[in-house]
C-alpha cells in the first residue's frame, strides 16, 4: 500500500475532484498495490491498520472524548459467483445491512458511474451503541471483484461531511477484475 501524491488538483469552481487520481489541492491519494483500488485522502484524515479494509481512513479530530470518529472504508473482495451481478449484490448487501445493523433504515438507492463502470450509491441510517449514525456506501462489480466504498459519520456531522465523502467516492478507483488476496 502507498500513499501516493496525486497529479493535479481540484477544478477550483466546485471543490470536487476532477476524477480519479485528481482530488482537491492539498489531498493525497492512496493506492492499494494488491488490489488496485485507490481513494482520494482528506487533509486531516489518516490512515488505519488494524481494520480488514484494504484501505481506512478515519478523522484525526472529533469534536469530544466520546464522539464518533468519522471514517471511511474501501473493501474489495471476490462474492460467491452469483452476487457478480450488481442488481443481485445490491439486493443482498442491503439485506445483510437490513439484517445486521440496528434500526438500519434505508434512505437512498441511486445508479452511480464508479471508475466508468455502472455502480450504486447507497444512503442509509443506522445506530451502534450511543451514536446514531449516517452511512454512505458506494459500490461496483467489475469481472467477479466487488469493490466497496463505505463513509460514516455520526447524523448530527452528515451536513459538514457529506461534500468530503462525495468528493472521496468521486476519486474512487475501483479494484480492476483480478483475484484479491
Not at 491498520?49 to 464518533?68: H, N
Not at 449484490?89 to 434500526?103: E, K, L, S, Y
Amino acid at each position: 500500500m502507498t500513499d501516493a501524491a496525486a497529479p493535479g488538483g481540484g477544478d477550483g469552481a466546485t471543490g470536487l475532484a476532477d476524477g480519479p487520481r485528481r482530488p482537491v489541492e492539498g489531498w493525497d491519494f492512496i493506492l492499494d498495490e494488491t488490489t488496485g483500488a485507490g481513494i482520494p485522502r482528506p487533509p486531516r484524515w489518516m490512515r488505519r491498520a488494524d481494520t480488514p479494509a484494504v484501505i481506512a481512513l478515519v478523522d484525526r479530530f472529533v469534536s469530544g472524548d466520546r464522539a464518533f470518529r468519522p471514517n471511511v472504508n474501501v473493501i474489495v473482495e471476490r462474492p460467491h459467483q452469483i452476487l457478480t451481478d450488481l442488481d443481485v449484490f445490491t439486493v443482498r448487501a442491503i439485506q445483510n445491512m437490513q439484517g445486521g445493523m440496528t434500526d438500519m433504515h434505508l434512505v437512498d438507492v441511486q445508479p452511480a458511474a464508479i471508475g466508468g463502470h455502472p455502480g450504486r450509491h447507497v444512503t442509509s441510517a443506522y445506530r451502534s451503541g450511543i451514536y446514531a449514525l449516517a452511512l454512505e456506501q458506494w459500490w461496483t462489480v467489475i469481472d467477479g471483484i466487488a469493490t466497496t466504498l463505505s463513509a460514516t459519520c455520526a447524523v448530527e456531522d452528515y451536513a459538514r461531511l457529506a461534500e468530503i465523502f462525495d468528493v472521496v467516492a468521486a476519486g474512487l478507483v475501483p479494484a480492476p477484475g483480478q483475484t484479491p488476496p
